[in-house]
């Protein structure tokens, strides 16, 4: 179980976890008082299967969740702004992870020999990214950029690591590379309207076009109020261009809304 121990200011932060595997779903609140950070070793070598940080959280210590070797998903909330050095380094079982709006740096190593994770999309917040931090991610393919290019702690962030870094358009600071590897634009855009589009025979079909070869998710959701996202294709733009029908849609059904997202 977690050991909290109190800060001055009346709030809690986790020290020590001395509990068993599982889902690991941190508390917002004990006794009315919030739950604030993540300290330094909190978690290390531990047995967690999944991981819910909540947004009261602002800080992830470092070596947090160090060769937590079970962890297999990782939800961040939107309060913490800093991820600690080797925070999640040699998670070995990591392929999911969730990084919350507010991360301003992530330390060196944070994520290092983190094997199995194969794609991570970074907030607008980020503006440091420590040297090492995707260090012999192996089956790390994708790094979606939301904000301007970060400053870089070292030259060798994605060192044995083949990951392409994916920037939006109108964010600023990016070139042809990030730390050496490729930096590509990433603008898929969605179209319903033109010849052969839109409802035909009981199929939605309609156009994404962006930069060739970029990674695209097709997903569709019925209700925007409370949406849950279907993800419905994911692939490559190849050439820069494609058609997609929805073999899903029909006239009866209610609403359906479309989305392109980074897979």
């Excluded at 080797?86 to 944070?110: D, E, H, P, R």
């Excluded at 192996?138 to 950029?145: A, D, E, T």
Aim: net charge neutral.
């Amino acid at each position: 179980m977690p050991c909290f121990l109190p800060y001055e200011d009346g709030a809690l932060s986790i020290g020590k976890y001395l509990g068993s595997g599982g889902a690991m779903n941190i508390p917002s609140a004990i006794a009315g008082y919030p739950v604030t950070s993540l300290r330094t070793n909190a978690f290390v070598f531990s047995a967690i299967q999944s991981l819910t940080v909540p947004d009261s959280v602002r800080s992830i210590g470092d070596y947090c969740f160090y060769g937590s070797s079970n962890l297999t998903s990782a939800y961040i909330g939107n309060g913490v702004t800093n991820i600690g050095q080797y925070a999640f380094a040699y998670c070995a079982a990591l392929n999911s992870i969730s990084v919350g709006n507010s991360v301003k740096t992530i330390g060196a190593s944070a994520f290092t020999s983190c094997v199995a994770l194969t794609s991570i999309t970074l907030p607008a917040s980020l503006t440091s990214l420590g040297d090492l931090a995707f260090y012999n991610c192996g089956s790390l393919q994708r790094v979606f950029f939301k904000g301007n290019a970060p400053a870089l702690g070292g030259g060798f962030v994605f060192d044995s690591t083949p990951a392409t870094a994916y920037y939006l358009a109108g964010r600023t600071g990016w070139g042809p590379t990030l730390a050496g590897h490729p930096a590509v634009l990433w603008n898929p855009m969605l179209t319903t309207t033109g010849p052969g589009l839109g409802a035909q025979d009981d199929q939605f079909i309609f156009k994404v076009t962006g930069v060739a070869n970029i990674p695209i998710a097709v997903e569709a959701c019925t209700n925007l109020a409370n949406p849950v996202w279907q993800q419905l294709f994911t692939g490559t733009l190849i050439n820069g261009s494609m058609h997609y029908s929805d073999p899903a849609y029909l006239p009866t059904n209610p609403e359906r809304f479309y989305r392109i997202s980074s897979p």
